[in-house]
C-alpha cells in the first residue's frame, strides 16, 4: 500500500513504476500490486527528481510506502467494518460467507488517443487513430483473459480449502458480477483460507459480509374491510410493465389479478420451484402490497370503473420470512432479471423494494448498486429503489442506530435523521437508480400520542444522503406512512391508520383487501414508478433516461423545506422533493416544459448547447413577475469499481451550464466552447441557481449538483432579468475510457412556471420554440412536452 497526492491520475504508478493499482481507497491511499518489487528502479526515480532528470517529477507524488508489515491497514482499508469488528474471532475451521472483489486491469496500458497535430491531413490522423484503436482492442481482449485467468484462479484457491463459489445464476463468468475492472463473487470458505486469502492475495479491494435486508415492523390496529363494488379493467395491450422484484405477489387478488402477466412470473429463490411466486411474507405481505402502490399509488377506489394503467410483472427473490437467501447474490439475481424482462416483456421500469439494514459503505460503490448503473446502460432500464428504513432499535439490527436508539442518546427528530448512522444503505447509492425516500401522510395527535413531524415532513425511519462521493441522495421523496410515540420512556412506538397510507394486502393468511396497516420506503418507491407508468403511456418511444428526469424536474420541496434555516439537511433528507404526476406530465397557461427526444450522446470535448429564445412579452422590463426554472440533467454511462470518484467511476461524465443573466447566445457559446473550465464562473450576473457547480457557490453549501448522474437546479427570478435567449450547455468529460468516441447518454429537461400564476407563458414560449431554428451543429433543439 502507498499514499499519493490525494485527486491525482494514478496512471504514472503503472507507467513509471510498474505498478498494478488495485484500487485507490481514502486521503491518497493506494492498494498496488508487483509481480516483482523493484526497490532499486523506484530509489533510480526519486533520485531523479532530486536532480530534477526529465520524467521523474512523479516522485513527488509518492508521500509513503506501507509493506506487509502493516497488516492492521490492510484490514481496515480492505474489510468492512462488521468483519474488522470480528476479524479476531475468525478461527481455521468455521466456515464464513463474504463477498470478495477482485481487480482485473493489470498493468496493461492503454497510451492515450492521438491528438490531430497543426498540418496534419485527415489521411494520416486517421491512420494513426486506426493503430491507436488496434492496441485498445488488443489491451480489452488481454483484459478479457486476465479476468478470466484471475476468475478461475480465485475458484481454485476456494476450493483448495474445501469452499465453493455461490454461482447459484450460473451467469457466464463463474458466479462473478464483472465490471470492466473488476469482478465480485460471493463465496463460503473456512476461517484458515479466509486469513491467507485476505493478507495474501495481491489483487483483493474489498471483503464484505452479505447483505442482510431490511423492514421495518409495523404497529397496526385491526382494521374492517371496505365494501367493494368496483369494475376493474385490464390494461391495454401495449400499456408499460413494472416488473416488482419481491417477495412475490397474491396474483389471483382481486384487485390486481387482472394486470399480472403470469406467463412471466419466476422465482428465483434457490431450492424453491421456479413457478412458486406466491407472497408468503405474514401477516398481508410486502411484494403484493409493493405492486398494488404501482397500480393505486393514492388510494384504491370502493365503486365505478377503474381501468388499470400497466401490466405488473412478479419476479420473486426473497422468502416467506421477506429475507434475501444468502445463497443468492443480488447483481447475479438484478442481471438474470434484467435480461429475461428486456428480452421477454420489453420492460423498461423495475422497481426494487429491497434494501441492506447497513449504512452504504463510502470507499467504493458496492458491486450490488454498480449492477444497477451498469445495467442502466446496457438495457436502457430505469430502477425505482427505496431508500430503506431506520429499525425501532439496534437490537435486531447491528451496526445501524435505530429511532429509539436515537431518542435515549438525546438525538431529536428530525435531527437523527441526517446523523451518519441514518446514511441510506446499499444499493440505494446506485447512481443511476431513483432512490425514494418516505414523507408523513398525516399528521397525528390523539391525547399521549403524537406523529413524528407534520404531512410532508421525513418519516421517522427514511434514511438520508448525502451518497458515495457528495451525491445527492435520496433523488425524491413520496409518501410511505408515519409514524407515532407516545409520551412513556424510552416511548413506544406504534402505526396508527392515520399515519398509513392505504395498501392493497394480500389476504393468505386473512384480512382485508386493503388497509392502512403497514408503513416504509418500500411504500414510497412504486408510486414514483406510477409516475413513470404515466410518461412511458406519453412517451413510449423515449429512453428511460428522460423519464427519470422529467420526474425529478417535477419534484419540489414541500413549504416547510423551502422556509428551513438549514437547507443541506433538507437536501439530505427529501433530495429534490416530491414529484407531481400533473408537473411530469402536462403543461398549462402558466407552465411550460421542455424536453429533448431520443438517445442523445455527447463525448468527452464536446458540448451541446440548446437555446431556448423567451419573447419579449415574458421579460419586460418593467415587469416583476416571479419566474420558477428548473433544469434537470439525466445521463449514464459505464461504471467501474475499484476508483473512488466519479470521475473515474464512470467512462464518460457529463454536466450542464447556464447563460447568464443579460448574455447573448454567441457570447454564452464562447464561453462554454474556448474557456473550458473557466466557464464555471461566480459573478454578480449569475443566474443565482440553488445548488451550483462548486459547493462554496449556490444557496446551499457543502454540496454540489454535478457529483451525480441527474442533476437538477433551480432558481426563482424576476421576468426582466431573464434573458433573450436563455441558453443551457451539457459539456462532456472524459472518465476512465480514454477512446475519443466513448460518450455518455443523457436527456434534458427545462421548466418555466410562473409562481404566482399571474403570466400566461404557455402559448408564448410555445411558440418561439415552434420557429427555433439550430444555429450551429453543436446546438440542438427542444421539444414540447406534449400537454
Known amino acids: 500500500m502507498i499514499k499519493v497526492e490525494p485527486d491525482t491520475d494514478l496512471e504514472y504508478l503503472r507507467k513509471y513504476f510498474k505498478l498494478e493499482i488495485v484500487s485507490e481507497q481514502e486521503d491518497g491511499f493506494v492498494v498496488v500490486a508487483s509481480e516483482e518489487i523493484d526497490m532499486a528502479t523506484f530509489l533510480q526515480v526519486v533520485d531523479g527528481f532530486a536532480e530534477e532528470r526529465r ?13 506487509p508489515e502493516n497488516l492492521q491497514l490492510r484490514l481496515e482499508r480492505l474489510l468492512s467494518d462488521s468483519l474488522i469488528d470480528k476479524w479476531h474471532e475468525i478461527t481455521d475451521t468455521n466456515i464464513y460467507t463474504v463477498d470478495v472483489g477482485i481487480e482485473c486491469l493489470g498493468n496493461i496500458l492503454v497510451p492515450p488517443p492521438p491528438e490531430q497535430r497543426p498540418n496534419e491531413t485527415e489521411a494520416h490522423f486517421n491512420h494513426r487513430l486506426t493503430v491507436w484503436r488496434a492496441l485498445a482492442l488488443q489491451a480489452e481482449a488481454s483484459w478479457d483473459d486476465l479476468m478470466a485467468e484471475r476468475e478461475q484462479g480465485l475458484i481454485s484457491f476456494t476450493l483448495g480449502y474445501g469452499g465453493e463459489v455461490l454461482d447459484i445464476l450460473h451467469d457466464d463468468h463463474l458466479g462473478a458480477a464483472t465490471l470492466p475492472d473488476s469482478f465480485t463473487v460471493r463465496i463460503r470458505i473456512c476461517g484458515m483460507g479466509l486469513r491467507d486469502l485476505v493478507i495474501n492475495y495481491p489483487y483483493l479491494f474489498e471483503v464484505n459480509e452479505p447483505d442482510e435486508i431490511d423492514r421495518i415492523v409495523a404497529h397496526p390496529r385491526e382494521q374492517v374491510a371496505p365494501p367493494f363494488g368496483l369494475e376493474i379493467q385490464k390494461p391495454d395491450a401495449g400499456s408499460p410493465a413494472v416488473c416488482v422484484i419481491d417477495s412475490g405477489i397474491q396474483e389471483q387478488h382481486p384487485l390486481i389479478a387482472a394486470a399480472i402477466e403470469e406467463s412471466l412470473s419466476q422465482c428465483f429463490v434457490p431450492g424453491v420451484a421456479l413457478t412458486d411466486v406466491a407472497d408468503y411474507v405474514s401477516p398481508g405481505g410486502h411484494g403484493t402490497r409493493v405492486a398494488g402502490a404501482v397500480i393505486y399509488p393514492r388510494e384504491v377506489p370502493v365503486t365505478g370503473v377503474f381501468k388499470i394503467p400497466c401490466w405488473i410483472q412478479n419476479a420473486r427473490v ?5 429475507r434475501l437467501p444468502v445463497m443468492l447474490y443480488p447483481p447475479l439475481y438484478l442481471r438474470a432479471i434484467v435480461t429475461k424482462y428486456t428480452r421477454e416483456g ?13 449504512p452504504c459503505r463510502l470507499r467504493h460503490m458496492s458491486a450490488w448498486a454498480a449492477t444497477i448503473d451498469w445495467l442502466s446502460w446496457e438495457y436502457d432500464v430505469l430502477f425505482f429503489q427505496s431508500a430503506g428504513n431506520l429499525p425501532d432499535n439496534s437490537k435486531a439490527v447491528p451496526f445501524r442506530m435505530g429511532i429509539l436508539d436515537h431518542l435515549e442518546s438525546g438525538h431529536t427528530y428530525p435531527g437523527y435523521l441526517t446523523r451518519d448512522s441514518s446514511r441510506i444503505p446499499c444499493p440505494s447509492e446506485s447512481l443511476q437508480a431513483l432512490t425514494v425516500g418516505s414523507v408523513n401522510h398525516e399528521s397525528f395527535i390523539d391525547g399521549n400520542l403524537s406523529s413524528f413531524g407534520s404531512a410532508g415532513e421525513l418519516s421517522s425511519f427514511s434514511t438520508t444522503g448525502l451518497g458515495v462521493w457528495g451525491s445527492i441522495k435520496p433523488d425524491v421523496v413520496e409518501y410511505g406512512g408515519g409514524m407515532v410515540r407516545d409520551t412513556s420512556s424510552p416511548p413506544m412506538l406504534t402505526t396508527p391508520p392515520e399515519v398509513c397510507t392505504e395498501l392493497i394486502r394480500s389476504t393468505m393468511y386473512g384480512g382485508p383487501l ?3 396497516d403497514d408503513v416504509g420506503t418500500s411504500y414510497a418507491a412504486p408510486k414514483v414508478a406510477s409516475i413513470a407508468v404515466a410518461l412511458q403511456r406519453l412517451l413510449p418511444n423515449e429512453p428511460s433516461l428522460l423519464y427519470r428526469g422529467i420526474i425529478v424536474n417535477s419534484a419540489r420541496w414541500p413549504e416547510w423545506a423551502e422556509s428551513a434555516a438549514n437547507k443541506l439537511h433538507v437536501l439530505k433528507q427529501i433530495g429534490f422533493g416530491i414529484p407531481d404526476l400533473d408537473r411530469a406530465t402536462s403543461n398549462n397557461l402558466f407552465r411550460v ?18 437555446q431556448i429564445p423567451l419573447p419579449l412579452e415574458v421579460r419586460e422590463p418593467g415587469d416583476d413577475f416571479k419566474i420558477r426554472i428548473d433544469v434537470t440533467l439525466s445521463y449514464v454511462a459505464k461504471p467501474r469499481r475499484t476508483r473512488r470518484n466519479i470521475r473515474q467511476y464512470l467512462s464518460t461524465w457529463a454536466d450542464w451550464q447556464s447563460s447568464k443573466i443579460g448574455e447573448t447566445v454567441t457570447s454564452f457559446k464562447n464561453r462554454v466552447l474556448h474557456d473550458g473550465d473557466l466557464a464555471h464562473i ?3 450576473d449569475v443566474i443565482p441557481w440553488t445548488i451550483r457547480e462548486r459547493d462554496d457557490w449556490g444557496e446551499i453549501k457543502n454540496v454540489k449538483r454535478n457529483t451525480g448522474t441527474v442533476q437538477k437546479d433551480w432558481v426563482v427570478i424576476s421576468s426582466h432579468q431573464l434573458p433573450t435567449d436563455f441558453c443551457i450547455a451539457v459539456v462532456g468529460h472524459a472518465g476512465w475510457d480514454k477512446d475519443p468516441d466513448a460518450y455518455a447518454k443523457y436527456a434534458l429537461v427545462v421548466k418555466f412556471e410562473a409562481v404566482n400564476q399571474d403570466l400566461e407563458i404557455y402559448e408564448k414560449i410555445s411558440a418561439s420554440i415552434d420557429t427555433l431554428v439550430p444555429i450551429s451543429e453543436i446546438e440542438a433543439q427542444f421539444e414540447l412536452l406534449n400537454e
Open 346 to 358: 420489453k420492460t423498461k421500469l423495475f422497481n426494487h423494494s429491497i434494501a441492506a439494514y447497513r
Open 682 to 684: 461566480e459573478d454578480e
Open 318 to 322: 426473497l422468502d416467506k420470512d421477506n
Open 514 to 516: 386493503s388497509a392502512r
Open 55 to 67: 520524467g521523474a517529477t512523479t516522485a513527488a507524488k509518492i508521500y509513503a510506502v506501507f509493506g
Open 593 to 610: 416544459t421542455l424536453i429533448s427526444s431520443g438517445e442523445n450522446r455527447i463525448r468527452a470535448k464536446e458540448a451541446h448547447i440548446y
